[in-house]
């Protein structure tokens, strides 16, 4: 009989910390400068250099820790982990091993079926970036290295073996994302590197306790990817094990172009790094004291958002899932709804107002935001946006009027106001025009009339249709409804 294996995961993840400098010297962390021209002595680790640590990087990782539930030690100590590699200019990385900042935390996922999981975390650490190595460059055979990334500041969040499908690695991976960059700590670019992880996978029989050997997946630059190389590397193991093989530790990394995996080198223990105290840093203290005022600062993060918009709102959960999928979106929305309601609103009145901002936006606005990390350029300024929707309300233009109207502000920039007043697109209401209108078509249409009266209501919408043609499309289509339902029925 064929046994069924169970799949064991566990993901560490690279976060960039959103400093101006790096982590240990005073060049710039920005990305996207020519090659080696943020370095110094400090981060190229030339003899007599000594480190300071970043007094923000300090603070956003204890931001990251108390937001996922860690506890934050107040005595941490930073460690020299020894490899030999072109990224690394000192021969060592600064980092914490044994007595890390960030100890014993959670995140509670969402699965595909609606489920919801908690995930252990092990522990958050800080430590600086190594630099980047460019394969295949110059000749095509050469490797060069640019220094710019050497020093930057990041956490390392190591995650327990809790998860046990790609799917589930990938719900944790952008939930933790987004915690992230909700809390102003990390961009979550995949793209340009600063928010990575490895990943790693074992699988074992199901209903045995011990882990069978894991291989560890590196350098996967999308959620997609993580995907689809986490499923790739239980198939594999399964394939080898299933063929009387056996699955030796090691180091992986994932081919998107022939979608395998592929061993890069054995596996290294924590023991192979030489890990020892940094005799050049004193060990870190952060006070109670301080800890409590970075956890009294810390920004309301997206779950909690999502489920007061939910509440308070009236939204759908898909209606805040969208809104909250990007930070700048999420102030974008609430700025627009809070003035959308005006000063002294009810529950209901907020709610209603919530509720017709969140339609607009996602059926109009989204399609014209860009996105770069943690900025986003929005087509029209909150306020802008509330003044068509208010126009809209008022029954000065239709919803349907509204989206072209919002189209013409985003290419000219000009308000809905004036836009509306210069091209004469304000409704006609008065009842008087419209009953006058609506007679007329009645008088020229007498057997849809014998139609209406016969029982076919559903010829309203003719007449309707009828009415804002001899209007120009310029009456307001509920109070067409109202007089020609009034004359119809009387």
Same mark, same amino acid.
């Given at each position: 009989?064929?046994?069924?294996?169970e799949?064991?995961?566990?993901?560490?993840?690279?976060?960039?910390?959103l400093?101006?400098?790096k982590m240990?010297?005073?060049?710039s962390?920005s990305y996207?400068a020519?090659?080696?021209?943020?370095v110094?002595?400090v981060?190229?680790?030339?003899?007599?250099s000594?480190?300071v640590?970043?007094a923000?990087?300090?603070?956003?990782?204890?931001?990251?820790?108390? !937001?996922?539930g860690?506890?934050?030690?107040e005595?941490?100590?930073?460690a020299?982990?020894?490899?030999?590699?072109?990224?690394?200019?000192?021969g060592?990385q600064i980092?914490?091993?044994d007595?890390?900042?960030n100890?014993?935390?959670?995140l509670?996922?969402?699965l595909?079926d609606?489920?919801?999981?908690?995930?252990?975390?092990?522990?958050?650490?800080?430590?600086?970036?190594?630099?980047?190595?460019?394969?295949?460059a110059g000749?095509?055979?050469?490797?060069l290295?640019?220094?710019?990334?050497a020093?930057?500041?990041l956490?390392e969040?190591v995650?327990?073996?809790d998860?046990?499908?790609?799917?589930?690695?990938?719900?944790?991976?952008?939930?933790?994302r987004e915690?992230?960059?909700?809390?102003?700590?990390?961009?979550g670019?995949l793209?340009?590197g600063?928010?990575?992880?490895?990943a790693?996978?074992?699988?074992?029989?199901?209903g045995?306790a011990?882990?069978?050997?894991?291989?560890?997946?590196?350098?996967?630059?999308?959620f997609?990817f993580?995907?689809?190389?986490?499923e790739h590397?239980l198939a594999?193991?399964? !394939?080898?094990?299933?063929s009387?093989g056996?699955?030796?530790?090691?180091?992986?990394t994932?081919?998107?172009?022939?979608?395998?995996?592929?061993s890069?080198?054995?596996?290294?223990?924590?023991?192979?790094y030489?890990?020892?105290p940094?005799?050049?840093l004193?060990?870190?203290?952060?006070?109670?004291?301080?800890?409590e005022?970075?956890?009294?600062a810390?920004p309301?993060?997206?779950?909690?958002?999502?489920l007061?918009?939910q509440?308070?709102?009236?939204?759908?959960?898909?209606?805040?899932?969208?809104?909250?999928?990007h930070p700048?979106?999420?102030?974008?929305?609430?700025?627009?709804a809070?003035r959308?309601?005006?000063?002294?609103?009810?529950p209901e009145?907020r709610a209603?107002?919530?509720?017709?901002?969140?339609?607009?936006i996602?059926?109009?606005?989204?399609?014209?935001?860009?996105l770069?990390?943690?900025?986003? !350029?929005l087509p029209?300024?909150?306020?802008?946006l509330?003044?068509l929707?208010?126009?809209?309300e008022?029954?000065?233009?239709?919803?349907?009027m509204?989206?072209d109207?919002?189209?013409?502000?985003?290419?000219?920039?000009?308000?809905?106001?004036k836009?509306?007043?210069q091209?004469g697109?304000?409704?006609?209401s008065?009842?008087?025009?419209?009953e006058?209108?609506a007679?007329?078509?009645l008088?020229?249409?007498a057997?849809?009339?014998?139609r209406?009266?016969?029982?076919?209501?559903t010829v309203?919408?003719?007449f309707v249709?009828q009415?804002?043609?001899?209007?120009?499309?310029?009456?307001?289509?509920a109070?067409?409804?109202d007089?020609?339902k009034r004359?119809l029925?009387?």
């Amino acid at each position: 009989m064929a046994i069924a294996y169970e799949a064991i995961i566990g993901l560490e993840v690279h976060a960039q910390l959103l400093t101006r400098t790096k982590m240990f010297c005073g060049c710039s962390a920005s990305y996207g400068a020519p090659p080696n021209t943020h370095v110094c002595a400090v981060c190229l680790g030339l003899p007599g250099s000594l480190p300071v640590p970043n007094a923000t990087a300090i603070e956003f990782a204890v931001r990251a820790g108390l !937001a996922l539930g860690c506890t934050v030690r107040e005595r941490s100590v930073f460690a020299r982990k020894n490899y030999f590699y072109p990224d690394l200019a000192k021969g060592y990385q600064i980092s914490q091993f044994d007595l890390p900042l960030n100890e014993r935390g959670h995140l509670e996922i969402e699965l595909d079926d609606g489920t919801r999981k908690t995930v252990g975390i092990t522990r958050i650490h800080v430590e600086e970036d190594a630099a980047k190595n460019l394969h295949g460059a110059g000749s095509g055979t050469d490797t060069l290295v640019d220094y710019n990334r050497a020093g930057v500041a990041l956490i390392e969040i190591v995650g327990e073996p809790d998860l046990r499908s790609a799917a589930e690695a990938e719900a944790y991976l952008r939930r933790l994302r987004e915690v992230l960059m909700f809390l102003g700590v990390n961009d979550g670019n995949l793209e340009e590197g600063s928010f990575r992880c490895d990943a790693n996978v074992s699988i074992r029989p199901v209903g045995q306790a011990k882990f069978g050997t894991r291989t560890e997946l590196k350098n996967i630059n999308s959620f997609r990817f993580v995907r689809k190389a986490i499923e790739h590397e239980l198939a594999r193991q399964e !394939a080898v094990i299933s063929s009387g093989g056996r699955i030796v530790q090691e180091t992986r990394t994932y081919s998107s172009s022939e979608d395998k995996t592929i061993s890069m080198r054995s596996k290294e223990e924590a023991h192979d790094y030489r890990y020892f105290p940094d005799p050049d840093l004193p060990p870190l203290v952060v006070t109670p004291a301080r800890i409590e005022a970075v956890r009294a600062a810390l920004p309301e993060l997206p779950e909690a958002k999502r489920l007061r918009w939910q509440r308070e709102l009236g939204l759908t959960a898909s209606d805040a899932q969208v809104l909250t999928g990007h930070p700048a979106l999420a102030r974008y929305f609430e700025d627009v709804a809070a003035r959308a309601a005006g000063t002294s609103p009810t529950p209901e009145q907020r709610a209603a107002a919530g509720k017709r901002c969140a339609n607009f936006i996602q059926a109009e606005v989204l399609r014209h935001v860009t996105l770069h990390g943690l900025e986003a !350029a929005l087509p029209v300024e909150a306020d802008a946006l509330v003044e068509l929707l208010t126009i809209v309300e008022d029954g000065t233009i239709s919803g349907k009027m509204a989206k072209d109207v919002f189209a013409e502000m985003v290419e000219t920039g000009r308000r809905a106001r004036k836009i509306v007043d210069q091209r004469g697109l304000a409704q006609v209401s008065d009842a008087g025009v419209i009953e006058a209108a609506a007679r007329a078509v009645l008088d020229e249409n007498a057997a849809q009339v014998a139609r209406y009266k016969a029982g076919k209501t559903t010829v309203l919408g003719f007449f309707v249709g009828q009415v804002m043609k001899a209007t120009k499309g310029a009456a307001n289509p509920a109070l067409v409804n109202d007089v020609l339902k009034r004359l119809l029925d009387a």
